[in-house]
């Protein structure tokens, strides 16, 4: 039998590892540019297959996850998208990067409906330790652009690539000698937690859709685009790559805090107490960055970030909550299809905008996506609260 701290704590490690594999490219795509003689818009939509990919894989891995075995996706995720990592430091064409940031997204598909169903069975505090997953996610953002920037000015890209793929894959070979399949159903986590009245379940669902997009969408709009953001309106702080990631990283700092308090008061209210009043903050903070630079700029980033990973706590929190453990990966599966597919896109989107009016126009339009959020937390009906059942 597995220990649960054990398989969490690796579980953590990928969300760790997913977010920042995804997001090399955003931070590194600065120095690559000139490397490779593209544009930062040019080079940008090689990243769009992956993220799809990100997106619509997690169909397959969410089934296989459920019907087959999800310490054993777990596995092929940790060596898979480790070897992926490795390849794009050795590419030397488009074509080559676009296939290798395809393979990325490919592997990293698997973590989210697998892995947050493993966190969802083995956790005793839901929204506890779904915050605390969400901490290392956001760890896994902040860090990708911090090492990234670091890596990339003193030892170049491509070993921005290789160095943490090598590690990806000795995590994963520790995580298949220390962890065996497990079957999980009928443990005290296997059930929802929570109920709505029948006629209000399609509440819960339109909600959920509108939430994912719309917050998917600005999610990664917004961590692609920061590195780049912050390289031109912070100009007259730095100019260096690696301080640029340190002021990105601590900017997703606070987003990682935020997730850890939301996870906390889940526990403790319902998810409409907490979602609703987080609704709020995005549209209004995503409009003002529109115009700002300098010490404004990252103050509002703060404020950006921390909408954004606060309402991915709910929604991942919403579908723990409201599935049966049988289903809970193809719960998961198709939550961030939705998301992540309207993610993929977003990378050409922040080009296009980009190319149309800047950073102000790209900025202004997200805000205006985020107004839909509000409109979801509406939507939601009030739950009837029921204890998890204690089967062992």
Not at 155 to 160: E, F, H, K, P, T
Not at 257 to 266: A, D, E, W
């Given at each position: 039998m597995n220990s649960p701290g054990r398989v969490?704590?690796?579980v953590n490690a990928a969300h760790f590892i997913d977010h920042y594999s995804m997001l090399i490219f955003a931070a590194a795509v600065i120095v690559m540019g000139p490397a490779l003689g593209m544009a930062y818009s040019e080079l940008l939509p090689y990243a769009t297959p992956g993220f799809i990919a990100f997106g619509a894989g997690s169909l397959i891995t969410g089934w296989l996850g459920d019907r087959w075995s999800r310490r054993h996706m777990m596995v092929i995720f940790f060596i898979g998208i480790g070897l992926s990592m490795i390849s794009v430091g050795f590419v030397s064409t488009p074509l080559q990067l676009g296939a290798a940031l395809l393979a990325i997204g490919v592997f990293a598909s698997i973590y989210h409906p697998v892995g947050?169903?493993?966190?969802?069975?083995y956790a005793d505090k839901l929204g506890r330790e779904m915050g605390l997953n969400g901490v290392w996610g956001n760890l896994g953002v902040a860090s990708s652009a911090l090492v990234t920037g670091v890596i990339g000015q003193y030892?170049?890209?491509?070993?921005?690539f290789i160095i943490p793929g090598l590690v990806t894959v000795l995590i994963g070979i520790a995580f298949a000698l220390t962890v065996v399949h497990e079957d999980r159903k009928g443990t005290k986590q296997a059930a929802a937690q929570a109920r709505v009245a029948k006629k209000d379940m399609w509440r819960v669902i339109l909600s959920l859709l509108i939430v994912v997009i719309a917050i998917s969408t600005t999610f990664?709009?917004?961590?692609?685009a920061l590195p780049k953001l912050f390289a031109e309106r912070l100009a007259d702080l730095t100019k260096s790559p690696a301080l640029l990631g340190v002021i990105a990283a601590g900017v997703y700092v606070f987003g990682a805090?935020?997730?850890?308090?939301?996870?906390?008061?889940?526990d403790r209210h319902s998810l409409k107490t907490v979602a609703l009043?987080?609704?709020?903050m995005l549209a209004p903070f995503l409009y003002l960055a529109a115009t700002l630079s300098d010490l404004p700029l990252i103050l509002v980033s703060i404020g950006i970030v921390m909408g954004a990973f606060g309402q991915v706590t709910v929604n991942d929190a919403m579908v723990g909550k409201y599935t049966s453990?049988?289903?809970r990966s193809r719960a998961y599966a198709v939550r961030y299809f939705v998301g992540f597919t309207a993610a993929g896109a977003s990378v050409g989107l922040v080009a296009w905008l980009y190319e149309q009016g800047g950073f102000v126009t790209m900025l202004q339009?997200?805000?205006?996506?985020?107004?839909?959020?509000?409109a979801a937390a509406i939507i939601l009906p009030n739950e009837i609260r029921t204890p998890a059942p204690q089967v062992n």
């Open positions: 969490i704590a690796y947050t169903a493993m966190i969802v069975s030892l170049g890209w491509r070993l921005a990664n709009a917004v961590t692609v805090m935020t997730q850890y308090t939301i996870g906390k008061l889940l009043p987080l609704s709020f453990e049988e289903w339009a997200f805000a205006g996506l985020c107004l839909l959020a509000i």
